[in-house]
């Protein structure tokens, strides 16, 4: 999707807010209509200025929910893609895992419960810790009994909304030799440029792929267009 301080006059579907879940919400409308012309509207200059980085950042594993429900598939299905998708992309995440500890036996009936629903949901990898195991995992908390979920995860979501992507690298014939942006022109530079015999031998062997790098920096939609058909 392209970046631009203006919203387009048209578009075919337009999300509000580019926090976290914005974001989720046009990429899978774009998976599903590849060819829909979508627009993401944000106030701020950069995505997931406001709750999405604010956030305490835990990926929660899906031990509270109840069985069954949205929030506890969501947790399990959606921990899992969001790992890969860090993966996929090198964003950084940790998984220091959660200790769920009961500090009392009239606390251990509430931990029955969570296990309960824990396995139920199919929690990757959680376990029940006796009392004397709880320091294995961690040798400052005391309690009963705990259960250890070691899937829970922290990353940091501010960086998940970001998800840029680098598309190029293109050729131009620059209008200076140091011209890293086109509004830079130096006329003795591109003279230069324009009268040594090679720059016109070039042309006359690449010339198409020339118009094609000239529509390219014309157009950021043609250029992610283009770099969408050759991947």
């Not at 048209?10 to 807010?17: K, L, M, N, R």
């Not at 792929?209 to 939609?221: D, T």
């Amino acid at each position: 999707m392209d970046v631009a301080e203006q919203p387009p006059r048209e578009c075919d579907i337009a999300v509000i807010g580019g926090g976290i879940v914005g974001l989720a919400v046009a990429r899978e409308l774009l998976r599903r209509e590849s060819g829909a012309r979508l627009c993401v509207l944000e106030a701020e200059s950069d995505p997931g200025r406001h709750q999405t980085s604010h956030s305490s950042g835990v990926v929660h594993a899906g031990i509270y929910y109840p069985p069954g429900s949205l929030k506890a598939r969501l947790c399990v299905e959606g921990a899992r893609e969001l790992y890969a998708y860090c993966e996929e992309r090198g964003i950084p995440y940790r998984l220091p895992g959660k200790l769920i500890l009961a500090t009392a036996d009239s606390e251990i009936a509430r931990l029955d419960e969570l296990e309960r629903r824990g396995r139920a949901n199919r929690v990757p990898d959680l376990r029940r810790l006796a009392e004397d195991e709880i320091g294995t995992v961690e040798p400052n908390a005391r309690g009963v009994a705990a259960l250890h979920s070691p899937r829970t995860g922290i990353v940091d979501f501010g960086a998940v909304a970001v998800g840029r992507v680098l598309i190029g690298p293109s050729a131009l014939l620059a209008p200076a030799r140091d011209a890293y942006r086109l509004s830079t022109f130096r006329p003795r530079d591109l003279g230069e440029s324009l009268t040594w015999p090679g720059t016109w031998r070039m042309a006359a062997r690449n010339w198409r792929a020339g118009l094609r790098e000239i529509r390219h920096a014309a157009s950021r939609r043609a250029f992610a267009a283009e770099a969408i058909r050759a991947s």
